[in-house]
């Protein structure tokens, strides 16, 4: 089972908690005999910091163990079951480019015969950059790439608009190419941020969201004695939004965005979903 999950929101101090309020979500057992690796990307103090382990032979991966100690308010987590690429750091999602982190789940298919086109499409100045061999990296350099064709890839406050048609565009290019094989069409979730905001692509239909806001959902979700410990000043403008991908049923409290569907998630604003 893989497992990927993403949020963000405006305290630092809670996006630890979060996660602990939802470890049941975030868990992932392994296969019998085939190990997992795991990764977290995060930003910390202007920085942009990846914590990975590409070989994890627990039966049970649990995200929020390997998160406890972040202090942060956006993160993108992943499990990986590799199928394309060994299990060696540089196949371990997230991955990152600047300001930029990228996981997904899912296979291209046929991507050993695509993986040179998907490449020769590319810019030299990011093709140069991809480290290792999966799909997924390949992927997020084709984004990365059409993000700079259409002049947004250094700027910080892109609008999540341009985000998305870079993501249609790439996921439109790599299933045109893979059709050209003889392939159907390619399935997966995606999870991309710069830390400004967090976008998600659901194209498999089992991605939940939850968003929690202001001082009765964060009391609900912390409770009396995880309040008292946390002493959170301000708690009225407190605001996080949790998504998690591959999930099997809706928790309570969660919503189920459309297959197809893009999902727009901010600091503070109402989830936005639109059509892929």
Not at 17 to 44: H, I, S, T
Not at 141 to 147: A, E, T
Not at 249 to 255: D, K, T
Request: net charge negative.
């Amino acid at each position: 089972m893989a497992r990927m999950f993403g949020f963000i929101g405006n305290r630092a101090d809670l996006g630890a908690r979060v996660l602990e309020a939802n470890r049941a979500l975030l868990k992932a057992r392994r296969p019998d005999g085939e190990p997992l690796g795991w990764g977290l990307g995060f930003y910390q103090s202007g920085e942009v910091l990846l914590r990975r382990r590409p070989i994890d032979d627990r039966a049970e991966i649990d995200l929020v163990e390997a998160a406890e100690d972040i202090r942060t308010d956006v993160m993108i987590g992943h499990v990986r079951r590799a199928s394309v690429g060994a299990l060696r750091t540089e196949n371990t999602h997230p991955f990152r480019y600047r300001a930029w982190l990228f996981a997904q789940t899912g296979t291209i298919v046929g991507f050993e015969r695509l993986r040179a086109r998907l490449l020769e499409s590319q810019p030299e100045f990011l093709r140069r950059n991809v480290r290792g061999e999966t799909d997924s990296e390949c992927f997020f350099y084709l984004f990365l790439s059409f993000l700079h064709d259409a002049g947004h890839l250094d700027d910080a406050h892109v609008q999540g608009d341009h985000v998305a048609a870079a993501l249609r565009a790439s996921i439109a290019l790599v299933d045109r190419l893979s059709a050209e094989e003889g392939h159907g069409e390619n399935t997966g979730d995606i999870l991309v941020t710069n830390g400004e905001q967090l976008i998600a692509v659901n194209r498999s239909g089992s991605v939940v969201l939850r968003r929690w806001k202001g001082r009765f959902e964060i009391e609900e979700l912390l409770g009396e004695d995880g309040l008292r410990k946390a002493r959170i000043p301000s708690i009225e403008s407190s605001c996080f939004s949790l998504l998690a991908c591959d999930v099997d049923a809706v928790p309570p409290g969660f919503q189920s965005p459309p297959p197809r569907s893009i999902v727009h998630l901010g600091r503070s604003d109402e989830p936005r979903v639109e059509p892929l």
